[in-house]
């Protein structure tokens, strides 16, 4: 996911968008989200997960402002990242 698609997304998004925009896979984020431990605020409305985009963009914003250490796909996410050809954020 570029920024651009990032800065058009709606005020709110499924799980899954954000899962795409972190690199973590359905299963993960999901896992994440029950055990609130979510790389973000997750909202819960009924039986489904929600994230509000401007959390997202500030946390993905905060990791691309921290140079990655030479190897360590583990220390944040990058627009690299988001456009698939690097690890995503992990949490930790």
Not at 72 to 79: N, V, Y
Not at 86 to 92: V, W
């Amino acid at each position: 996911m570029s920024w651009e698609e990032l800065r058009s997304l709606p005020t709110v998004v499924k799980l899954d968008v954000a899962n795409r925009a972190f690199g973590l896979s359905r299963s993960k984020g999901y896992e994440l989200a029950k055990l609130d431990d979510y790389p973000c605020r997750v909202l819960r409305v009924g039986r489904a997960y929600r994230v509000v985009t401007a959390d997202m963009v500030r946390i993905l914003s905060a990791a691309d402002a921290v140079p990655m250490a030479p190897g360590d796909g583990a220390a944040g996410a990058s627009l690299r990242s988001l456009d698939g050809r690097k690890p995503g954020l992990r949490a930790a």
